[in-house]
Nanobody, 119 residues
Framework: QVQLVESGGGLVQAGGSLRLSCAAS????????MGWYRQAPGKQRELVAL???????NYADSVKGRFTISRDNAKNSIYLQMNSLKPEDTAVYYC?????????????WGRGTQVTVSS
């Protein structure tokens, strides 16, 4: 059984910073892409940042220059450093990873962590 567990969300004032963490655990053979998505109330889930196994990184235009994704392959973990936060960044942030396990290769999702930015 593969699990993704996020941590680090919370309440912060506009202009502040937060750091999210996500760790994958379980019967893991290989981890490919890992990334962060978010879903605000009444909106669809959207990509925030994604890192491939080869080191490629993609960011949503709305977070470029403010958010930084990083990856620690030894710990099966990714992080999202969020600076200069805005009220429109308020959402539930989900960790996603494409993982090969005894069950095959598929996408796994964490339960999400709430980020609230007050104005």
């Amino acid at each position: 059984q593969v699990q993704l567990v996020e941590s680090g969300g919370g309440l912060v004032q506009a202009g502040g910073s937060l750091r999210l963490s996500c760790a994958a655990s379980g019967s893991i053979f290989s981890i490919y892409a890992m990334g962060w998505y978010r879903q605000a109330p009444g909106k669809q889930r959207e990509l925030v940042a994604l890192t491939g196994s080869g080191g490629t990184i993609n960011y949503a235009d709305s977070v470029k220059g403010r958010f930084t994704i990083s990856r620690d392959n030894a710990k099966n973990s990714i992080y999202l450093q969020m600076n200069s936060l805005k009220p429109e960044d308020t959402a539930v942030y989900y960790c996603m990873s494409n993982i090969r396990s005894p069950s095959g290769t598929k996408s796994y999702w964490g339960r999400g962590t709430q980020v609230t930015v007050s104005s």
